[in-house]
């Protein structure tokens, strides 16, 4: 320490009769160091927690499958779903009683039928299942609308990591050049001091403590979905769903047409049928992306899923904001306190 | 004297020079010689039509096999569109440029797709509808699915077998790309994936060539597509 700076007669100054004291003399012997040390290694821990949980790595995920997600995350989307699965549902039912009656008033029997068209009566078989699980995934994405767009409206799941690490650098890097440099405690005091409020009011600034929680629960409603399991089912659905369909489109209703009903007749006494045929082009377009952006974001749910509760994270913004706060306050220099303390006195 | 002689050196250089140029020219355009006995055929495959029999099909055809199945015995995607017996047997039939071309690409068009999902390619083999959309092939320098470079198709045989490389062959449907070349364009064969083969027979010019290719990612991710090309080489490009 080479400051040439006096203090006031006071404290050490007055100890020594009344002589002026250098202020080296003073902080060296005065200045507590350890709240600095505590704030290099929470700098230094702020540092080490996104390498350690892998943030660097894992976050980029989380931000891919929210984008990937997102043209499917509207309720007009989502609703648009349900009526695909309500279309298929009325068609299997239609084809089950009155197509079936149709058939039998001309001497042909459900087994029949059954024979004829195959991949249709492995639907008819499945669909209660398909139609109840298909139903409650839809049903569960549906529920976390809300969620998904809280937790899209955050800061881009990229740049968390960054979150943690650059507050941390700041901070280490400020308490180090303290410690080193006397003469730049006061700065280094106010800039960790600066940074922990920052971690203090982020959470807050980006609506964190309800978002958070928003986003763990879709975590949670999603880890039945995002599944190799729940995957390969919905494929196998999808499979069952497309031969039923062909049967329908390419057997049942050439059939019908061919035991002497007009197109025009089909379709009036069929309306669920001639509407799912109609609509199955589009009920393509609109579940094959949905099944693909399921199946690609298994492994970016996983590497999210595998990071700390969201919950949690609005607190490991605030909790080593208010111990940056709480360090800078206590590394305060005495002579400077006792000096404040004197002048207020007077 | 020496006139005569100089005339008859040229006349036999000229020769030699275009026999060799000959010589040459043709080896290009039928096939080239890789390795100790291994040629490369450069040129069009050119596909039979594929066609249902009593066993499943022959000719030109493609089969889906679904996740967690087996090239023998499946279990299959049925594509209710098929004109085969057997829906587990997509027939196809050859393209505008009648078959598949080795040493170039032949690119997906552009626009790739019409509003419906359709697929335009139609080079290679013409478009198939499969559960109601039509697939297209292609074969393109950038693989359209995982944005990675690829090489142009190439195929040789060696006493009758036949070996290659088509990592760039591309189903496109529903607006969506599926690699389905072996390898894959990482240089992989994950899953059933299969190693290009199949006969060649060098005075009938007959082939067959087969491979199978596991779909990664999208929404037939682990199900695997089988190909079964059947033809006649025509040497050239």
């Known amino acids: ?346 | 004297m020496r006139k005569r002689d100089t005339i008859v050196a040229v006349v036999v250089g000229l020769s030699v020079v275009v026999l060799a140029g000959c010589s040459s020219s043709s080896t290009a355009t039928s096939t080239t010689a890789t390795a100790a006995g291994r040629q490369a055929l450069v040129g069009t495959f050119r596909l039979t039509a594929g066609t249902s029999t009593a066993s499943g099909a022959t000719g030109t055809y493609f089969r889906m096999i679904q996740p967690n199945g087996t090239l023998a015995s499946g279990p299959y995607f049925d594509n209710p569109d098929s004109t085969a017996t057997d829906k587990s047997y997509t027939l196809q039939v050859p393209g505008t440029a009648g078959g598949l071309v080795t040493d170039r690409f032949q690119p997906n068009p552009s626009p790739a797709f019409d509003a419906s999902g359709n697929a335009l390619a139609g080079a290679i083999v013409a478009p198939t509808p499969f559960s109601a959309i039509a697939f297209g092939i292609s074969t393109d320098a950038t693989d359209p699915q995982t944005g990675k470079s690829v090489p142009a198709p190439s195929i040789s045989f060696e006493n009758g077998k036949i070996t290659g490389q088509l990592e760039s062959w591309t189903a496109s449907w529903n607006k969506l790309y599926f690699n389905q070349g072996s390898p894959k364009p990482d240089g992989t064969s994950p899953g059933l994936t299969s190693p290009v083969s199949g006969t060649y027979d060098s005075a009938t010019h007959a082939f067959v060539i087969t491979w199978a290719s596991e779909i990664v990612g999208g929404p037939f991710n682990g199900f695997t597509g089988y190909w079964h090309l059947q033809g006649t080489f025509a040497p050239g490009n």
């Open chain 1, 1 to 346: 320490m080479t400051s040439t700076t006096f203090v006031p007669e006071s404290g050490a100054a007055a100890r020594t009769g009344g002589l002026p004291v250098p202020v080296a003399t003073v902080a060296a012997g005065r200045r507590r160091r350890w709240p600095m040390i505590v704030a290099a290694v929470l700098g230094a821990a702020l540092v080490t927690m996104p390498l350690a949980f892998g943030m660097f790595s894992k976050t980029p995920k989380g931000a891919v499958m929210l984008s990937e997600f997102h043209p499917f995350m509207t309720t007009a989307r989502l609703d648009g779903f349900q009526t695909d699965i309500r279309q298929i549902d009325a068609a299997v039912k239609e084809n089950k009683t009155s197509i079936t009656q149709q058939f039998a008033s001309a001497g042909v029997t459900r087994a029949d039928l059954d024979t004829r068209f195959p991949s249709l009566a492995s639907l008819d078989a499945q669909w209660p299942t398909i139609n109840s699980d298909m139903t409650d995934l839809l049903n569960k994405v549906q529920g976390n609308l809300g969620n998904y767009q809280a937790i899209d409206a955050l800061p881009s799941f990229r740049l968390f990591p960054w979150f943690f690490a650059v507050p941390g650098v700041l901070i280490l890097g400020s308490a180090v050049v303290a410690l080193r440099r006397l003469r730049l405690w006061r700065p280094g005091r106010w800039a960790i001091a600066i940074v922990g409020i920052g971690l203090v009011i982020a959470p807050a600034a980006f609506q964190m403590f309800q978002r958070a929680p928003d986003g763990g629960r879709m975590m949670s409603s999603f880890k039945t979905i995002e599944t190799t399991g729940s995957v390969v089912k919905i494929q196998d659905y999808f499979a069952t769903m497309a031969s039923g369909q062909g049967d329908l489109r390419l057997g049942v209703v050439p059939a019908l047409e061919e035991g002497g009903l007009s197109g025009s007749q089909v379709a009036e006494r069929f309306p669920a049928v001639t509407t799912l045929d109609r609509n199955w082009v589009r009920i393509l377009n609109d579940l094959t992306p949905m099944i693909g952006a399921m199946s690609d974001n298994v492994p970016n749910y996983r590497a999210i899923a595998s990071l700390p509760p969201f919950p949690l994270f609005p607190w490991f913004f605030v909790m080593p904001g208010l111990l940056a706060i709480g360090a800078s306050l206590l590394a305060r220099d005495r002579t400077e306190q006792s000096y404040n303390q004197q002048q207020g006195e007077s």
